[in-house]
């Protein structure tokens, strides 16, 4: 089945230790992206790729990191330097590095940071 | 600044009443507006996309038209599972994509 997935589903973590959560797709997209969701506030954009070996920062970057090493995989590094890390992530991806495609998401990894 | 707006916030149905959800917004250049479903601690399942004012798309009883300001997801006859959250997203010029906070819909039988 093509599709992405996202692990682990709950990640639990204490202060001031780095965490990555993994994000793999078998779709063929070229570009992938992380958001973040807390609740009553719409979904935000922490980075994005179009290509391999190529990422920009989105609207909410600072604490995060990523690579982007294969076309299929878009690890993100949740940093010690993210003053709220606790929040709901998702990953997705969209065919098309110009074109106007709709993005599909992954399953989400909940985050939770004592 | 590109923004997206969604209303309501919540709506209460009962099984086969017909509504509306809302999306309205401001980009510099819409290159694509896109309807999603929600499920709760669940990843966002895409629906429609609609590129140009005019356009409209229908999947069983979901139906979401376009127009230059805003964007409709009309519902007709609801059943209880289509309980979620409908998130609407606008592409404008560049690459990245902008959420409305979303619609949290009950349908009650």
């Known amino acids: 089945d093509g599709g992405i997935t996202q692990s682990p589903k709950y990640l639990f973590r204490k202060e001031g230790q780095n965490v990555t959560l993994s994000c793999e797709q078998n779709?063929?997209?070229?570009?992938m992206y992380w958001y973040r969701q807390d609740p009553g506030q719409g979904l935000r954009l922490i980075y994005y790729?179009?290509?391999?070996?190529?990422?920009q920062k989105g609207d909410i970057a600072e604490g995060y990191s990523v690579s982007r090493e294969k076309k299929e995989s878009f690890p993100l590094t949740v940093t010690s330097a993210q003053k709220n890390p606790t929040a709901f992530y998702l990953c997705?991806?969209?065919?098309?590095?110009?074109?106007?495609?709709?993005?599909?998401f992954g399953p989400g990894t909940r985050l939770t940071v004592t | 600044e590109d923004q997206v707006t969604q209303s309501p916030e919540a709506l209460r149905l009962q099984e086969g009443e017909s509504s509306s959800l809302n999306c309205s917004y401001t980009?510099?250049?819409?290159?694509?507006l896109f309807w999603y479903r929600q499920d709760p601690g669940k990843g966002p399942e895409f629906l429609f996309t609609?590129?140009?004012a005019g356009e409209e798309k229908e999947k069983e009883r979901l139906k979401a038209t376009l127009t230059k300001k805003e964007s409709f997801l009309h519902i007709t006859a609801p059943k209880p599972e289509d309980s979620a959250t409908y998130l609407c997203?606008?592409?404008?010029?560049?690459?990245?994509?902008?959420f409305g906070t979303g619609t949290s819909l009950t349908v009650i039988p």
């Open positions: 609609l590129y140009s």
């Open positions: 790729s179009q290509i391999v070996n190529d990422f």
């Open positions: 779709l063929n997209h070229d570009a």
């Open positions: 997705a991806s969209s065919p098309h590095r110009q074109g106007i495609y709709e993005q599909y």
């Open positions: 997203a606008v592409r404008p010029t560049g690459n990245q994509f902008y």
């Open positions: 980009v510099s250049g819409l290159r694509g």
